[in-house]
Nanobody, 120 residues
């Protein structure tokens, strides 16, 4: 199973970016999907989580600015980031709780990370 993230880049403060992350491989089911970020010198933190049913939860500092969504048919999770701030600069990682066809267990999988840089 692989998660492939894309959509990062350089944007000015107040701008927008959309991240996407597609899961591929022998996938039986996907539970929660989410986005995390890690800024230099800081610990990785959760940004947003979306359940299989579409319920979402957000880091307080991004509420009202970021929107997480998923397309279950495409095994893809998205993060629409609006009104970006310099403090949003980080490497963003996607995460998914996936059950493979060859096991009854669910494991966490991570994407490779995509850099988001917000300039002032």
């Amino acid at each position: 199973v692989q998660l492939q993230a894309c959509g990062g880049g350089l944007v000015q403060a107040g701008g927008s970016l959309r991240l996407s992350c597609a899961a591929s491989g022998p996938i039986f089911s996907i539970n929660d999907m989410g986005w995390y970020r890690q800024a230099p010198g800081k610990q990785r933190e959760v940004v947003a989580i979306v359940t299989i049913g579409g319920s979402a939860d957000y880091l307080d500092s991004v509420k009202g600015r970021f929107i997480i969504s998923r397309d279950n048919a495409k095994n893809t999770v998205y993060l629409q980031m609006n009104n970006l701030k310099t403090e949003d600069t980080a490497v963003y990682y996607c995460n998914a709780a996936i059950r493979r066809w060859d096991t009854r267990f669910t494991n966490d999988y991570w994407g490779q990370g995509t850099q988001v840089t917000v300039s002032s």
